[in-house]
């Protein structure tokens, strides 16, 4: 940022509108932050103006008979999961910063968690959104209740647009009741291959999972964390069958502690060195992991087998980490997927760029983008077309 940030802490949606209108008026730059915590996401530029999202919170609207609940963007996810757990209802959503993270963050960066294969990701889970625009006007996409089919789908535009298009003041999502069971178990193996292949089973078996993920931190070993929930005969039965699997390749298991949740939140330990972040076909996920396993610098690896995201954390001297990074990032694309440096450390920004090669419908996104925001001043640099 300049030395010289106006900071702007808008009351509601209108407002925030107008501080946008006059951004774009005077040509002056916006960075947007709820609580901050993907600030490191992106190849930042200084900008003039910062605009919080602190005071755009709280619970909206709350309908548990329709499942559904609309809340301000700068509430965060842990504030509205306590909201609905004393109705008996959860946000199927588990990001990264789960103590921290705000709703309009973890949509604008698409944040998602281990949960994403069995509930969906964050543009599946959201029916309706209200969102500040540059030019001074607030517009409403999707609506409160599950079934929206008239217009354009705007809300999937913004996910994962990092608030390039505009300020995201409000969000409806639709939310579940909570499972009356949950159990689980990590287990232990000597061989990637045999975890990756466990991982496998649980996935294509007849019992569905929450999450399967398989990780390689400290040590040779890796390890597979499997939960279940739902009713307790259906959990029992999901984590007797993934026990099962284990055990035919030659794996321990034990008790699935808070293992999940520290696999999960490897993107906010990963503060030095750099975070590689993959997205693969399923099949490609093991090789892809024993290619990061003989890499000098790897510090750990998480994959969540379930949806072919996985996460490498390398550390060392910056040239190794470098070397590495690139390395992995065209690994991911020979088997046809796609990576970005999801974090580093400062002295690497000027030499690792988050993103390689220019993503699919590079073109369309700019357009999209010069609609939304003709004088360019929301969020210079943050994504691959800003």
């Known amino acids: 940022m300049s030395a010289t940030v106006t900071r702007a802490i808008p009351a509601d949606a209108a407002e925030c ?9 005077d040509r002056r730059t916006v960075r947007i932050r709820g609580s901050g915590t993907k600030s490191y996401i992106g190849d930042i530029a200084p900008t003039d103006i910062e605009i919080g999202t602190s005071r755009l919170a709280g619970v909206i609207d709350h309908e548990p008979a329709d499942l559904t609940v609309t809340v301000g963007a700068g509430m965060r996810v842990a504030d509205v999961a306590a909201v609905l757990a004393r109705a008996g209802q959860f946000l199927p ?25 069995r509930y969906g990701a964050v543009r599946d889970l959201l029916i309706g959104t209200r969102i500040a625009l540059a030019d001074g006007t607030v517009a409403r996409a999707g609506g409160r209740v599950v079934k929206n089919v008239a217009g354009y789908d705007l809300d999937k535009v913004l996910v994962g647009s990092f608030g390039t298009l505009g300020v995201i003041v409000e969000a409806t999502f639709k939310v579940l009741p909570v499972p009356a069971a949950s159990d689980g178990l990590v287990a232990r193996f000597v061989r990637s291959a045999d975890a990756f292949a466990a991982a496998d089973a649980v996935i294509r078996g007849a019992s569905r999972v929450e999450a399967c993920v398989v990780e390689r ?13 739902g009713s307790a005969p259906t959990v029992k039965r999901a984590v007797d069958d993934a026990r099962r699997e284990v055990a035919a390749r030659q794996g321990k298991s034990n008790e699935l502690g808070d293992e ?3 696999m999960r939140e490897l993107p906010a330990r990963a503060i030095d060195g750099a975070l590689v972040r993959a997205s693969l076909p399923l ?24 949806s072919g995201v996985v996460r490498v954390h390398l550390l060392g001297d910056d040239e190794a980490v470098i070397r590495d990074a690139e390395a992995l990032l065209l690994a991911a694309r020979v088997v046809g997927g796609s990576g970005r440096i999801e974090r580093r450390a400062e002295q690497l920004r000027s030499r690792l760029s ?12 700019r357009r999209i983008k010069d609609s939304f925001d003709p004088a360019g001043i929301l969020e210079p640099g943050r994504s691959a077309f800003a």
């Not at 921290?100 to 998602?112: C, F, L, P, W, Y």
């Not at 931190?217 to 929930?229: D, I, K, N, T, Y």
């Not at 099949?283 to 379930?306: C, G, I, K």
Request: a negative charge; proline letters at 7%.
């Open 217 to 229: 931190s400290e040590g040779p070993a890796w390890r597979l964390a499997v939960q279940a929930r």
């Open 93 to 117: 959503l588990d990001p990264p910063h789960a103590d921290e993270a705000t709703i309009g963050g973890v949509i604008a960066a698409n944040s998602n968690g281990v949960w994403r294969a």
């Open 354 to 365: 988050t993103w390689p090669t220019r993503p699919n419908g590079d073109f369309l996104m």
């Open 17 to 25: 509108a107008r501080v946008l209108a006059d951004a774009a008026r």
């Open 283 to 306: 099949a490609a996920s093991p090789a892809f992991a024993e290619t990061a396993a003989r890499l000098e610098s790897l510090a750990a690896l998480v994959a969540d087998a379930a």
């Open 260 to 262: 999940l949740g520290q």
